[in-house]
């Protein structure tokens, strides 16, 4: 039995989705444990893409438990419509979805006010460039002990009494950013809303803690799927420019409502150079044509949001501090294709601050923050087709080899393609 979280190791869109998929063909429960629908995993198999933003990327997997943690806010409408597409692709074709019942809900007005707040801070030149989904207003309720949960669903007096303590608020604060605020038509129209979406989700919600804990005691192999990434984490990451949850490896247990001590083992997921959505500071950010390049080449483009990403050399000093925060076990290294033909490859290995060189990206947003690079021989042969570590160029195999130096952790898997079958694997996890 093995006990497995996965995590981005950077600022997310690290490929957590294909390594939780290919891990998912050694167990039998996949755990979403954070976040909401402002992520979103892409999916291939045998050229057939699936994106999912909620369901656990085990869900390719017929038969494995698809649990989503008592941790995560769920709009009800994006789930009810991923179970959909899920359904349609003959997925989801029996009782494997669970949905925690201490879950919160995205309400509609958690989106209203947080599209008006981005709106309100681009005006002011501070926008922090969320996803708008109402992730970050939707744990505020949840803080604030008047959140709506996946349990209330089909409960409308329970519902209306839960709006009618949100909505005295929500209206004012609406008020405030000079839009009209929500009309009792539109509340009815909502909860209306709410209880059709509870038909479909109520049969799936229970206690998911208890069955992930039972799975444990039993000997079955459970892995956890984070979402985002460890430099986004509410409380370690490059605050403010970050989600409004814990994306560290610890926010796994507190989530489920098990102990630490049950955990085996982390993988930490990183790119082999680096990509950010959003604002917010990021040392090793090309520039122009090169940025341009790159991100074309590997269809840099958010799977939620579609928004452009931003693109740069990868930062060993950054991966340092996630591995720390997270007690990173293994690496997964996801698209060292892109590499390929690129020529010379640089790695941040520090910073240089007031003339001191520092070796992990520091917690503070520093002024002037200016990268260290170690530069490595690139390599033109394509390697997508390479099925092990002998099949790699000689430059390619040096990289992984000074990269695992970098940052004091062995790598697990090397990714060279899209698909489930592009993959080098090292050390087996479970």
């Known amino acids: 039995m093995t006990v497995a979280i996965v995590v981005g190791a950077q600022w997310g869109d690290e490929g957590k989705?294909?390594?939780?998929?290919?891990?998912?063909?050694?167990?039998?429960?996949?755990?979403?444990?954070?976040?909401?629908?402002?992520?979103g995993h892409t999916l291939v198999l045998s050229g057939k893409q699936l994106i999912t933003h909620l369901i656990p990327s085990g869900v390719l997997h017929p038969g494995t438990k698809c649990v989503l943690g008592d941790g995560m806010v769920i709009d009800p409408n994006v789930l009810v419509?991923?179970?959909?597409?899920?359904?349609?692709?003959?997925?989801?074709?029996?009782?494997?979805?669970?949905?925690?019942?201490?879950?919160?809900?995205?309400?509609?007005?958690?989106?209203?006010?947080?599209?008006?707040?981005?709106?309100?801070?681009?005006?002011?030149?501070?926008?922090i460039g969320t996803t708008r989904r109402g992730i970050g207003p939707t744990y505020e309720s949840k803080c604030a002990r008047r959140g709506v949960r996946a349990?209330?669903?089909?409960?409308?007096?329970?519902?209306?009494?839960?709006?009618?303590?949100?909505?005295?608020?929500?209206?004012?604060?609406?008020?405030?950013?000079?839009?009209?605020?929500?009309?009792?038509?539109?509340?009815?129209?909502?909860?209306?809303?709410?209880?059709?979406?509870?038909?479909?989700?109520?049969?799936?919600?229970?206690?998911?803690g208890q069955a992930v804990s039972q799975a444990i005691a039993s000997?079955?192999?459970?892995?956890?799927e984070g979402a985002q990434g460890a430099l986004l984490d509410i409380d370690h990451g490059t605050y403010p420019y970050v989600t409004s949850s814990s994306t560290l490896a610890s926010g796994a247990p507190q989530s489920l409502g098990i102990g630490p001590t049950r955990i085996d083992k982390v993988i930490g997921i990183t790119k082999a150079y680096c990509t950010r959505v959003g604002e917010g500071p990021f040392p090793t950010e090309m520039q122009g044509a090169e940025e341009e390049s790159w991100r074309e080449a590997g269809g840099e483009f958010g799977a939620t949001t579609g928004r452009p990403r931003r693109c740069g050399w990868l930062d060993a000093?950054?991966?340092?501090?996630?591995?720390?925060?997270?007690?990173?076990?293994?690496?997964?290294?996801?698209?060292?294709?892109?590499?390929?033909?690129?020529?010379?490859?640089k790695v941040c290995v520090g910073y240089r601050v007031n003339g001191e060189v520092i070796r992990e990206l520091p917690r503070r947003e520093e002024q002037g923050l200016e990268p260290v690079y170690e530069e490595f021989a690139?390599?033109?042969?394509?390697?997508?087709?390479?099925?092990?570590?002998?099949?790699l160029p000689s430059n390619a195999r040096n990289y992984v080899a000074a990269l695992e130096a970098m940052t004091g952790v062995p790598f697990c898997l090397l990714s060279v393609g899209p698909d489930r079958t592009q993959t080098i694997i090292l050390r087996e996890q479970f």
């Open 317 to 345: 000093a950054a991966l340092r501090r996630v591995v720390r925060t997270n007690g990173l076990s293994s690496l997964a290294l996801t698209k060292l294709d892109i590499l390929s033909g690129r020529g010379p490859i």
């Open 81 to 127: 419509k991923e179970i959909g597409e899920c359904k349609a692709m003959g997925l989801l074709a029996g009782d494997e979805l669970l949905i925690g019942e201490g879950a919160h809900l995205v309400m509609p007005y958690h989106k209203l006010l947080e599209g008006l707040r981005e709106d309100r801070s681009a005006e002011l030149g501070k926008s």
């Open 378 to 391: 690139g390599w033109d042969e394509d390697i997508s087709g390479a099925r092990s570590v002998d099949e």
């Open 219 to 224: 000997g079955q192999h459970v892995l956890f």
């Open 17 to 39: 989705g294909k390594v939780v998929d290919l891990l998912s063909e050694e167990t039998k429960m996949v755990v979403r444990y954070g976040g909401g629908a402002n992520a």
């Open 151 to 208: 349990m209330d669903l089909g409960n409308r007096s329970r519902l209306e009494e839960l709006f009618e303590a949100n909505l005295g608020e929500i209206r004012a604060l609406v008020s405030h950013y000079g839009k009209e605020p929500p009309s009792a038509a539109q509340v009815t129209e909502w909860i209306d809303e709410l209880m059709r979406a509870g038909e479909i989700l109520l049969p799936s919600v229970g206690d998911a």
